[in-house]
């Protein structure tokens, strides 16, 4: 079964190959068929997984080829939980953005959807491979192509600048992230995920490591202080830009933390290194709500609540690794972690379209300046609503059960820490609420709502899709906490060996 991985792997290059060189008026179809034929695919490779396995983290559907012998690599491919749920989120979203560019007139079209490929190509890659050196190759690889999404299709001429930022923040932190790396291969003598894990650093060694690995994480997600970069690009890169960053992108980093940071530098996270991430994440979690909150530019409040609930998972995350450390297993934070990523995908991508809808008609990003929109756009008011109350973390909702289960897990490490994360159910709701009742209930300009017409079949079909994975994983998600739970057992697990 081996083969379905690597086709899994190869199909988006190979169709972002094609729309480089294939100039077509029908690229954003030939696009599209290629992101039903890999989420065909995953789920396909969904039905054939082993969610009880009798072993933790057994590897499905994995590929070996030597590469070289000389720095001991090799592409080492392979699917536990955490990586089938990241494969879907990846393959449920890149049809669901490329068909959300639809309705609009894209330059260089065929360019346009290469790129959106290769970019599926490297997330694909980060989310499967079992070599480090490997991994830093495909996270270098999506770098690229969003890196010019953002700049050439972006919006106004602030862009450049921008996107520029974003580019030297990543790369900078890419390369902390490279030397960190090296240092352990040095140790563990090859770039093997088992040999990573068992290189054997002590704790100062495995301090500095943490830091240099853990900041090219930081910049990724972003972590308060490090996500500067994040409001701006989000505001100004196209709409399929912000989806691709915002929903798939920085859980690059939620996984890069658990499968490489946690196994390999421990020691560290049990002493002040992971305290201090805590307490960062959840300045980041107040920060990011307060300043959305009185965001009037619909892309930065959802900038902003993003890097609010990031924070919540990196601090969940680092909550059980402490608890492991100090007390015994804890892999709580992880599950829901990973539950929430998913949950945050969806529901993050599904805000920028509606932002997008929201200026598409009002032609301006300034909440001040829309209302009423209910009254004309009702099938866009209700499906608005869905995804914004799973944004919200309403019960049986898709955002609920993750942030449940992560705020239990920082219970267990600190009660005051649990208060602070938790002020972000009430913020997230008043911030979520005066976006909605302005946009939708609020004063409008009659002439303008005279004018304006309820959502197309196209934007029908994608806040559609997205509505029901925010129901159905609001209502059932036993089986995604299954899934990822022998992977997150077996990470936490290896730290204390």
Known sequence: MSYLLLTLLLLPLVGSVLLFFWKSSSSKYIALAFG?????????MLGNFDFNPTVDAPLQYEITYPWSS???????????????????????????????????????????????????????????????????????????????????????????KFTTKFFVYTFVGSLFMLIGLIYVYNHAASFALTDLYN?????????????????????????????????????????????????????MAVYGVMRYLLPITPLAIGGISGEIVIILSVIGVIYGALIAMISTDTKRLIAYSSLSHVGLIVAGIFASAVVTMRVGLD?????????????HGINVVGLFYCADILYKRFKTRDIRKMGGLAKVAPKFAILFMIILLGATGVPLTNGFIGEFILLKSIFSYN??????????????????LRFYGKTMFGKGDDAVLATTKDISSVEFT????????????????????????????????????
């Open 415 to 432: 009660l005051i820490m649990t208060v602070l994360a938790g002020l972000t159910l009430i913020l997230a709701a008043a911030y979520m």
């Open 462 to 497: 994608v806040l559609a899709s997205l509505s029901v994975f925010v129901i159905v994983l609001g209502v059932f998600p036993q089986p995604v906490i299954e899934m990822v739970t022998s992977s997150v057992r077996f990470i936490y697990s290896s730290m204390l060996n």
């Open 199 to 251: 290189a054997n650093l002590n704790v100062n060694e495995q301090t500095v490591i943490f830091w240099f690995i853990f900041f090219a994480f930081a910049v990724k997600l972003p972590v308060f202080p490090f996500h500067t970069w994040q409001p701006d690009t989000y505001t100004y890169s196209p709409t399929q830009g912000s989806m691709l960053l915002s929903g798939i992108m920085l859980k």
């Open 70 to 160: 000389y720095i001991k690599s090799s592409f080492n491919f392979g699917i536990d939980g955490m990586s089938m749920l990241m494969v879907l989120l990846t393959n449920i979203l890149v049809p669901i953005i490329t068909l959300s560019s639809f309705n609009e007139s894209k330059g260089y079209p065929n360019s346009f959807y290469a790129l959106i490929l290769l970019m599926q190509f490297g997330l694909l890659g980060v989310f499967t491979s079992l070599d480090g050196l490997l991994f830093y190759v495909f996270w270098e690889v999506t770098l690229i192509p969003i890196w010019l999404i953002a700049g050439l299709w972006g919006q106004e001429d602030k862009r450049i």
């Open 331 to 343: 892999f709580e934070g992880a599950q829901g972690a990973m539950i929430q990523s998913f949950a």
């Open 36 to 44: 039903f034929a890999q989420m065909f695919i995953a789920f396909y």
